[in-house]
């Protein structure tokens, strides 16, 4: 586990804790209003057959996030 | 009371808005554009139990009242009665999504702060069983004291709990404005649904997850993926064309029974060749809108859209687009007008109006007669397969010019902010044929709105350039030449008249008809059409084309298939099959006198290119004016594409004298 810094690492079916959300203010504000927020649990789902994005989990919502941004979503 | 009561209906995106508006206003609905935004404003109006009427305005799908794109800034004006096109609603109605309360609330609960009445109606509770969440809406309307409605809109389960609701005076909700940041906000919410939503702690596999496990599959994705495709074009292409057929029919018919009523001039040549002509260009590509509709309607529909923009997504991010926009860029190698329609399913104004100016550059259907003709002009010799790989060739060149220009655009329209992609992929769902159906039945009609004035106007235009000015002197001797012709052509159909007199005639109406074709050549090269395609020589021999080819190119900027016919009225005289028309065009020699061919393959070569980029259609310029709100964006798309097509056909007829 302590391998694990960002969201874009987790594997299929794993979860996590959020963090901080390292980007851009409306951007990290986005995130938030959809509920990705320190503290809240998200699950990784699936890769898209090309790699990218990624499928998470977040409250009861499915929200694919592209890797590069996942990249900035940290895990506690 | 005297006016009808305004509802607003609000919520995030793929909450099933549409759905709850259809069934509250059935097809007494409006679609139009807010003025100034490229944004869809839809009202309807649906009556309550008292039998009295009601508005509703559905507002653009939005996550938060702090606007992050100018759909969500609509909605934000809208509800703060800030936008002078439309009234300050009455009361709103709040539509959230039973499997997610929590974020749904935090818009729901930002409108409650607006001090509107507001009525709650919380949807997909189906979905949500399935995901084991239960949630008690009694509670949640004890605490707020407004309606809180449990609703599967798209099964029409709770309309009448809500038909209550809409029925009652509106009331405001009790709820104390969240002082602070988004955690704040969703603290608050937390505690408002304290108690009030039971999640069931077993880990679930829903009927989705067992759907996405074939249909975003590496290899079985794909393969559904290209079969859906392939069966949406061969719909178009083939299906199309028999409905098509029809329309094309039923528009000659009206022409031939205006001719055969009214009196020969330029009124009945307008009426029959601008108008019923013009019109008749536009409706003939109504079926393939209504199909394309039909499957991008369903797949929005049952929520496959969105995995398609899923596996899709890193295809499209290289050139910057994202995965959303690829089903309108594939809808255009079949029309880009239903193409550029299509954008509306993409959130980001940018990335919208980039894959709208892309979009022409798509090889459209109607490309297909102009490359077939060249193509056959250019290797008189040469096999189907040697023709299929120039045909293949060109579909390269527009699918790489498509990134190009994407990738051009991208680095031209600088972003407020670095876009953050977020593909929200909702349950699946079976769809609903009535709403796809609406949904055709609304594009349609917006398309042979829209695009219909503003084409029927241009089309006019352009029949008057190919007609006037006119020449007294042709026109005396055409009408000379037809009295003539009709003279001996009652001799020749006449049953008393001798054998030789037969002959004679028949060698008049041979020479009379020969005559007029002629003499309609020249017409043409008189009008203002043809004094344009004198006028551009000068600039598109460098690309080798002489003038003649110049009114082929002047004309197909209405339309890419009037090429064939406008040849054909050059060349000829007279319409005429199109086998004839390339044999005349073969022999045709260039006037510098060297006898060479004026269609060689470097000029065929050089046209080619010059089709694969030029913006040539009017209906798809009304189009871009329609969607983007403005003719700044309708023009630059003209220039831009009609400048680049010159300088690659330049480019191509130049470099290709190295190697021919």
Redesign the interface.
Known sequence: MSDLHHIGQLSEGESAELGSVE??E??A???????M??GASIRMI?R??????I?FEV????????RA?AAQIFVQ | MSSPRTFALVGNPNTGKTTLFNALTGLRQKVANYPGVTVEKKTGIGRNRHGEEFTVIDLPGAYSLEAKSPDEEVTRAVLHGERADTPKPDAVLCLVDASNLERHLYLATQVMELDLPVIVVVNKTDTAEELGITVATKKLEERLGVPVVPMQAHARVGMEALQVALSAEPAKANWKPVEGDTAARYAAIGKLLEGAVAHSEDERITPSDKWDRVLVHPVFGWLILFGILGGLFFTLFSLAGYPMDLIDGAFGWLGEQVEARMAEGDLRALITEGIIGGVGGVVIFLPQILILFFFIGLMENTGYLARVSFMMDRLMAGVGLNGKAFVPLLSSYACAIPGIMATRTMESARDRLITTLIAPITSCSARLPVYVMLIALMLPAGTAGQKALVMLGLYVLSILGVYAFAYVFNRAFKQTDKTLLVLELPSYQRPSWREVGMEMFDRGKIFLRRAGTVILGLSIVLWALTTYPKDPKIEKQLADAEAVLEEQQQLLDSKSTEQNQREEAGNVVEAKTKGIQKLTRKQLAHSAAGKLGHAIEPMIEPLGYDWRMGIGLVASFAAREVFVSTMSIVYLGEEAEEDSVRERMAAQKRDDGTGKPAYDVRTCLSLLVFYVFAMQCLSTVAVTRRETNSWRWAILQVVYLTGFAYLAALATYQLSGFFV
Do not use: F, H, I, S
Not at chain 1, 59 to 66: K, S, T, V
């Open positions: 980007l851009p409306a951007a504000e986005r995130l938030a209003e959809m509920g927020l320190p699936r898209a057959p090309l790699g990218c994005p499928e409250g009861g919502a499915r929200l694919a996030l592209r941004d």
